[in-house]
């Protein structure tokens, strides 16, 4: 017991010698005062605020560019100015408030959607300790930093979900509440596959402290070595900003503009802030926990001793690779296509999860072999890589499972009863898509009439719904157009 304490001593007090101040963490805070607190606190904001009016524009310009047609060119340079009209004409629209609404539910929805997003940029770290210009006061280019910080940042992005819900639900609307349900059911389920690809860095890393993983990633970039945590991640992170293929609590064609329906003017442009905030601040999580931070590219990492790591350098190495996953998002927008949700579900809880388990299972066993055993790295993580890709693939291009009475079965007329035998068949229901008075589409093993113009032309008038069309005579043939 006694050999234990004195271990642990010795651990903790390595710990403060090497950071000064707060144990567990990279960055020295020891000097840092409460006016420098505020200083950074302000910084953060304006580099947000600043990001996302640069955000609007750069994803109209990328999206243009793939439409092949010019976007913002009217209002200032390359219509960078585009994104502060936009931002002002919201501002001055007249402020309109649901009468069936709760107003303080309402009005304060917006606001803990923002004030959470803004949240997650105090632990993420910018660069080294800098030099002020001018003085010799040195500071680390971070607002603050602890043994748990990721953990700090998903609860900041868990308690934000709370701002669509409130929105959603205070609205007093039935296209609000529905686009609240969906987003509640979305952030569950792509939060947990996103903790799951983050815990593997935490094993990597052997902390949680966003200092400390920067740190850990001196040699090696942790993207290059957990690869199937990072592309879980960057699915998770897309489907918790609510962004396309997987913006379904806002979905246009469906609910209208979902959550955000009965907000105008300036309630509307906040949750339009946080979601580009969001945006930004996963982007610059990935950038810390996977590409290294504020570190220099390898090439650049190796001239002279490290000197672009030194300094004022990181920070733009930072930018940069906050902004390579800004033109990801904006990327997959222009490119792909809304997924129904009952996919975007099934893919979040059978696809993403179980991936994350299993690789989180075989990483681990692997860092057991490293630490406790004779066994060669390189080898151990080349085929722990090449058994993941197997197995990706696999449940990727594993045959779907075909539907009793098959294609056979459908042309032949029949559809599969009710307990599915084989071999069993039974006379398709008739379906008409608007018995209700509303068109509803067709329930699995139901069938629509035929489309097409000969088949209508060929079914009597007087024939029973879901009836085939009848045999057509010698003489029946179609009128050639013109």
Same mark, same amino acid.
């Given at each position: 017991?006694?050999? $234990? #304490?004195?271990?642990? @001593?010795?651990?903790? %007090? /390595? ?7 707060? !144990?567990? =963490? +990279? ?63 919201? $501002? #001055?629209?007249?402020? @309109?408030?649901?009468? %069936? /609404? ?7 929805? !917006?606001? =803990? +959607? ?63 509440? $529905? ?304």
């Amino acid at each position: 017991m006694s050999g $234990l #304490l004195n271990l642990a @001593l010795v651990s903790e %007090a /390595a710990l403060a010698s090497e950071t000064p101040g707060v !144990p567990g =963490i +990279a960055a020295d805070f020891s000097q840092d005062n409460g006016w420098t607190y505020l200083v950074k606190a302000v910084l953060i904001i304006v580099f947000l605020l600043t990001s996302v009016l640069i955000a609007i524009w750069f994803e109209r310009k990328v999206v243009a560019r793939m439409q092949v047609r010019p976007g913002p060119n009217v209002h200032g340079p390359f219509g960078l100015l585009q994104s502060l009209a936009d931002a002002m004409k919201l $501002l #001055l629209k007249e402020d @309109l408030t649901v009468s %069936a /609404a709760d107003k303080f539910v309402y009005i304060l929805a !917006p606001m =803990i +959607a923002v004030f959470c997003s803004l949240l997650t940029f105090a632990v993420i770290p910018f660069g080294p300790n800098v030099t002020i210009p001018f003085t010799d006061y040195s500071t680390p280019a971070q607002l603050t930093d602890f043994p748990v910080a990721v953990l700090y940042i998903l609860a900041c992005a868990s308690v934000g979900v709370y701002g669509i819900v409130l929105g959603g639900w205070s609205s007093g609307s039935t296209y609000p509440l $529905l686009g609240a349900v969906r987003s509640t059911a979305q952030v569950i389920s792509y939060e947990l596959a996103m903790g799951l690809a983050l815990v593997s860095v935490f094993i990597m890393a052997g902390s949680m402290s966003t200092s400390e993983i920067v740190d850990s990633q001196t040699r090696v970039w942790w993207a290059l070595i957990l690869i199937p945590s990072f592309v879980i991640y960057i699915i998770a992170m897309i489907g918790e900003t609510n962004r396309l293929p997987f913006d379904l609590p806002e979905a246009e064609g469906e609910l209208v503009s979902g959550y955000m329906t009965e907000y105008s003017s300036m309630k509307f442009a906040w949750f339009f802030l946080a979601e580009y905030i969001n945006m930004i601040n996963v982007s610059a999580v990935a950038t810390t926990l996977f590409l290294g931070g504020w570190r220099a590219p390898w090439p650049l990492s190796a001239i002279n001793d490290g000197m672009f790591n030194e300094g004022w350098w990181p920070i733009l190495w930072f930018l940069v690779k906050v902004w390579a996953f800004m033109f990801v998002f904006v990327w997959v927008r222009g490119t792909l296509l809304r997924l129904r949700y009952d996919q975007f579900m099934k893919f979040g809880w059978k696809v993403l999860i179980p991936a994350a388990l299993a690789w989180i299972v075989v990483l681990s066993v692997v860092q057991g072999l490293i630490r406790f055993g004779d066994v060669d790295n390189r080898a151990i993580l080349v085929a722990a890589g090449a058994l993941f890709v197997v197995a990706m693939l696999a449940i990727f291009l594993w045959p779907a499972r075909k539907e009793p009475g098959g294609a056979a079965e459908t042309a032949g007329g029949a559809t599969p009863s009710g307990p599915y035998r084989k071999g069993a068949t039974a006379a398709p229901e008739p379906f008409d898509a608007f018995a209700g008075g509303f068109p509803v589409p067709p329930l699995p093993g139901q069938t629509l009439p035929s489309a097409s113009r000969r088949a209508r032309r060929l079914v009597p008038e007087d024939s029973p719904p879901g009836a085939g069309p009848a045999a057509p005579d010698a003489q029946d043939e179609e009128v050639p157009r013109g």
